[in-house]
């Protein structure tokens, strides 16, 4: 796997931003906090009052909007520590469902690999909480399903109806649905009470908390390439066929060496 580090450090242009004046500056202040909103632990709700009032007429700075303003520059400059996954160890979601909001964190041993926070849509706020709290881990299964799939991993929750998922009785269509977008997947479901279930709460509840300024942002890079790499070492003809195009490129069109593999390029025409 390949990995990247961002390290966010206390900019001043963040602590010193001015309140904004309108709209157009207040979106442009949430342009770049949007950036970073996978980082900050209850994004969403921190960031509510001030998404209101782009409404249509509905700008008026008040002293709610004052506070979710200076809340969301000190979770910026302060974002928490994030871990790189570790790919031979099981993952965990543990998640939370408030009447409006969807609160998720995956992480390894109990360290954070990413948080995940999102408002219901206006149908699912009316929903049952037991559809509810399904919606939330099918959402975040799709939000790191880069992550999940192929591997182990344990879903928290504090629904102790949805401790027996898979062994009950799909009585109704949206059940039914809901267990369709499971399959393919290697988890357990444990029940976990909501009391020791504190940071997927926290995310889908406002926190004003904050913590250290290192991020590290993670991109994967999959072992099949690694491993074919390897194996075309040792095979004579594919090495036999790159020294000549790499000697005489011209005299195959067709052909492109890329990060040490070569590719046959076919035309649309084919």
């Not at 520059?73 to 009447?99: Q, R």
């Not at 040490?260 to 649309?268: A, E, G, I, V």
Request: glycine share 2%; net charge positive; hydrophobic share 40%.
């Amino acid at each position: 796997m390949r990995a990247y580090n961002l390290t966010l450090l206390r900019y001043r242009p963040i602590v010193d931003w001015p309140t904004p004046q309108s709209p157009k500056d207040l979106r442009a202040f949430l342009g770049l906090t949007e950036f970073y909103r996978k980082f900050v632990k209850g994004y969403t709700a921190i960031v509510a009052p001030l998404t209101r009032l782009l409404c249509k007429d509905a700008f008026q700075w008040m002293q709610e909007s004052q506070a979710a303003f200076e809340t969301l520059k000190t979770a910026i400059t302060k974002a928490p520590v994030l871990a790189l996954p570790d790919f031979t160890l099981p993952f965990a979601l543990e998640k939370d469902a408030s009447g409006t909001t969807m609160g998720v964190v995956l992480h390894q041993r109990s360290h954070p690999i990413a948080f995940f926070s999102k408002p219901f849509c206006p149908c699912m706020q009316h929903a049952s909480a037991y559809v509810r709290e399904l919606h939330v881990i099918i959402a975040a299964i799709r939000k790191w399903r880069q992550y999940l799939l192929g591997h182990k991993f344990t879903i928290f929750t504090d629904h102790r109806n949805l401790r027996d998922l898979m062994s009950q009785v799909i009585q109704t269509l949206e059940l039914q649905f809901y267990l369709a977008k499971l399959l393919g997947f290697d988890y357990d479901i444990q029940y976990k009470a909501r009391t020791s279930n504190v940071v997927s709460y926290s995310l889908s509840r406002i926190d004003n908390s904050s913590s250290t300024q290192c991020l590290c942002l993670s991109i994967t890079h999959h072992e099949f390439l690694t491993q074919l790499k390897e194996s075309l070492l040792s095979n004579s003809e594919f090495q036999k066929q790159r020294e000549a195009f790499q000697s005489r490129p011209e005299e195959h069109p067709n052909f492109k060496l890329t990060n040490d593999l070569l590719f046959f390029l076919r035309s649309h025409l084919d």
